[in-house]
């Protein structure tokens, strides 16, 4: 097992470069000139000219690609062309939004969605079971910053429960933390919520089917049982995946959702940096993601041996 | 339902459930001595010589001090400065700081700061750099005197160092101001009002200005960037908000408290709520541009360019920008702000009347346009060059013009129309953009309007009159001379359609009735801005 992870890690490596090159190439040659934007609308075409010198872009592709690795390989992302920051910093100011917004959707998503999923399987044909459904078209159908709209009106601006936008740290307090994620992690969590629940009972109601969930009830076993321990713990190698398979969804998401509720996090870091093509924060971000997302499904490998023990490396 | 609808909804219906509510707790747990602000767009970067975006501009008026300073009547006024002599032949210009100037350090500004700062500044602005083409020497003759000898007299030099154009002369530390004018600081030791708390700075996101205690502002009414600035909070929040409507909730909910500039949509929602004032914020407005290229067919002919401003409708324009709030536009058959000392509509009765689309496709087949592309690029990021795109869109249409619509975004548009290829290879034969009425008051800083071919702004117009009356208004000794030329500029820019405006657009401000002291402006200032609890 151990030497499976260690050859998994070692894999990521081809994988984040050719991310890297991919997206490198890909910046190069889209539209767009950050010393343009930096100069301002009055610039003269010599101001930009010289703008674009001081950052180094008139330089040839392979120049400035080979020069990019070599500082990644030193564990430097570079520096904001915009900010003069170290890339790294920056991620490192926005990655606790966003890390909290994820965490927070996705036990969220894991409460609600399973137990949803598990009902409806147990219920399936019957009303519960066309109510929850129905609510899972629902939440895929509407997209995230509608239900960001709604929810702010009815919760923040209606009833004055939650703020409408912003982040305070963990550090500042559980509760103060919480209030400013709550209605952001339902936001994005519907469409997640909607998918997990979904794949719970249709994973459900094939193991449902099987014989020995048959006898287990011939055994006399109660129904929360017979759902929650033989039968979903056999239905969780799907649902893990799904649950993987989001967190790209996740991602996604937090770009549109961190704008609506004005959350500093690494989404409208990404947005800014794009709008403003600010190349070595996109990268910086770009290879983030690739790396966490690796890392989520290198995860997902080593949780499916804990819920399938047939499953070995 | 469209955008306008939609977010009328959803941010209406929030207004009104709010009306007649009073301040909720989040507002009321709030300290009075932090002003929480948010500004029109994000603070990417703090070099106010490096980048010109306005944004920065704003910000360092709050950090840094200048020597002079516009006021509300468009006249510079001493700030930093004491006193100033000029020679009798206008060649030498000798300056006197005021006493007990200080930095946030907490050195004393000297003159040697003055001078490095002047010398970044000059080289990055056009005013500047028309000084710099002339400049003798520019030296300190002792701690608070400082001397700027001309090989020829510049009688805008005061202008020039008070113009709230960016960028402005802002006054740094010898040590920081020596940095290359096209490099970033990363020092923000400043002489203003207020230091930046680096420490607190997420770009895209927040950043903070804390009082400086050791400013000593002058003894005069503050006006602008004039007089005395005097601080009357301990700290001013800038909250980047991406979001129009979330904006906007958060100014109804009491979690902020200054909104620059909320779009025309959400203001009649923030108007009902009795806890917000909104008012016009800039009364120097803006201006919006059809910007043709006039290297390539068939804006390479003054026919065709002339056929577009007898077409064009500023009305179709600007509404499509403000919507249908009459105080927020007028048409302007010029170039110039309205409302200002220079203003003129000399030679404007082609922007004037019915607009008469049979003699425009005639003039247009005069030209000699045969059907061919024509590439607009339209940025759908900018709410104010999406309207505008869809406009021309229209009206190219209606005049049996091809249009080649390139939807994109600001940052390849910018990019783009720098490209002098022909559209069909990478160029371009129309975009929009809007500029500043502070910045068109005068030709000083109006980049837009020179028409000296190759070196003009993108588009490349070529119009000698044009320039020959802006060099008239450069040697212009007073004000009706200063009047007679820019009426000049006004006509010879017409006639060869340097550009096309689209028309004269304000914009408001919104605050919350616990705010006192906002004023109108060409920027956002904050002394003299105080908040009860």
Redesign the interface.
């Known amino acids: 097992m151990l030497s499976y992870i260690l050859r998994r890690i070692v894999a990521t490596l081809p994988v984040m470069a050719i991310v890297a090159l991919f997206v490198f190439s890909l910046l190069y040659i889209a ?3 950050p010393a ?10 010599e ?2 000219e ?2 674009r ?2 950052l180094g872009l008139d330089r040839p592709f392979l120049v400035q690609f080979g020069g990019w690795v070599w500082r990644i390989l030193h564990g430097d992302l570079g520096t ?1 062309i ?4 170290p890339v790294s910093a ?1 991620i490192g ?2 990655l606790g939004p966003t890390l909290s917004l994820m965490i927070v959707t996705l036990l969220l998503t894991i409460v609600v969605a399973v137990p949803l999923g598990v009902v409806a399987a147990w219920k399936a044909g019957s009303l519960i079971d066309r109510v929850i459904m129905g609510f899972a078209v629902f939440g895929f159908s509407l997209p995230v910053f509608v239900v960001g ?2 929810l ?2 009815i919760f ?3 009833l ?1 429960w939650l ?4 982040y305070t740290p963990l550090t500042q307090g559980f509760w103060p933390w919480l209030e400013n994620l709550i209605l952001p992690a339902i936001a994005l969590g519907c469409v997640y919520i909607a998918l997990v629940a979904r794949i719970t009972r249709a994973a459900m109601l094939e193991v449902l089917q099987q014989d020995y969930i048959r006898t287990a009830r011939a055994k006399g076993l109660g129904q929360g049982g017979i759902l929650f321990i033989h039968a979903l713990k056999n239905a969780a190698v799907p649902i893990v995946t799904v649950i993987g398979i989001g967190i790209a969804l996740l991602i996604g998401g937090a770009v549109v959702t961190e ?4 959350i ?1 996090g690494l989404g ?2 990404t ?2 940096a794009i ?3 600010d190349y070595p924060v996109i990268q910086g971000i770009v290879l983030l993601f690739s790396f966490v997302y690796v890392l989520v499904n290198l995860m997902i490998d080593v949780i499916y041996t804990l819920v399938d023990p047939r499953i070995r490396y | 339902m469209d955008r306008r609808t939609v977010l009328k909804g959803l941010a209406g219906a929030g207004g009104l459930a709010l009306t007649g509510l009073s301040a909720p707790a989040i507002a009321q747990g709030a300290s009075a001595r932090t002003l929480r602000f948010v500004p029109q767009a994000n603070l990417a970067n703090f070099d106010p010589i490096w980048g010109t975006q306005y944004v920065v501009r704003n910000a360092a008026a709050l950090v840094w001090d200048t020597l002079y300073g516009i006021d509300a009547q468009l006249q510079p006024q001493r700030q930093m400065v004491e006193s100033e002599e000029t020679s009798d032949d206008g060649k030498i210009w000798t300056f006197k700081l005021r006493p007990g100037l200080k930095f946030h350090d907490g050195e004393p500004v000297l003159a040697k700061d003055v001078v490095a700062s002047l010398s970044r500044w000059a080289a990055r602005d056009p005013m500047g750099l028309m000084i710099i083409a002339i400049q003798q020497e520019l030296t300190a003759v002792d701690d608070r005197t400082f001397k700027w000898v001309l090989k020829q007299p510049f009688p805008k030099m005061l202008y020039a160092l008070a113009k709230n154009n960016a960028p402005c002369s802002f006054i740094m530390p010898e040590r920081i101001a020596k940095t290359d004018p096209f490099k970033q600081i990363t020092d923000y030791v400043g002489s203003g009002p207020m230091k930046f708390a680096k420490g607190e700075w997420v770009p895209g996101a927040k950043a903070v200005f804390e009082k400086f205690a050791d400013y000593v502002p002058r003894q005069e009414k503050a006006s602008w960037l004039a007089g005395g600035k005097q601080i009357l909070v301990d700290r001013v929040e800038w909250i980047v908000m991406p979001d129009p409507a979330t904006a906007a909730a958060a100014l109804q909910n009491g979690e902020v408290d200054w909104w620059e500039n909320p779009i025309a949509d959400l203001v009649p929602v923030l108007k009902k709520n009795k806890n917000i004032s909104v008012d016009i914020g800039d009364p120097l407005g803006n201006i919006g541009s059809f910007r043709m290229n006039h290297l390539f067919a068939p804006f390479n002919d003054v026919r065709a360019r002339r056929a577009v401003l007898m077409a064009l409708s500023q009305e179709d324009y600007m509404r499509a920008i403000v919507g249908d709030d009459n105080a927020l536009w007028k048409s302007l058959p010029g170039f110039f702000t309205p409302d200002t000392p220079l203003y003129s509509e000399l030679g404007g009765e082609i922007l004037k009347g019915k607009r008469d689309f049979d003699a425009a496709k005639k003039l247009l087949a005069e030209s000699g346009y045969s059907g061919q592309p024509v590439t607009c690029l339209v940025a759908q990021d900018q709410p104010i060059t999406k309207a505008q795109g869809d406009v021309t869109a229209d009206l190219l249409k209606r005049l049996g013009m091809n249009v080649d619509f390139v939807a994109t975004d600001w940052g390849t548009v910018g990019s783009r129309r720098a490209q002098k290829t022909p559209p069909g290879q990478g160029g371009w034969n129309m975009f929009h953009s809007w500029h500043a009425g502070a910045d068109c008051i005068t030709p000083a800083a109006y980049t837009a309007i020179r028409a000296n071919g190759e070196k003009a702004w993108f588009g490349w117009p070529n119009s000698p009159n044009t320039e020959k009356e802006i060099t008239t208004w450069f040697d212009a000794k007073n004000l009706e001379e200063e009047k007679a030329a820019i009426g000049r500029v006004n006509k010879a820019a017409l006639e060869d359609v340097v550009y096309a405006p689209t028309g004269f657009f304000l914009t408001y401000t919104a605050w919350r009735k616990n705010v006192s002291g906002i004023t109108k402006g060409p920027l956002p200032f904050f002394w003299g801005v105080s908040k009860s609890a």
């Open positions: 539209p767009g000139d343009v934007v930096i100069a301002g609308d009055q610039a003269s075409p101001d930009v010289r703008i010198q001081s904001s915009f900010t003069n920051l920056m100011q926005r709209y709604i702010a009106y923040a601006l209606e004055e703020p409408v936008q912003g704008s609506v509720f004005a500093p409208r870091l947005i800014d709008l403003r093509r």
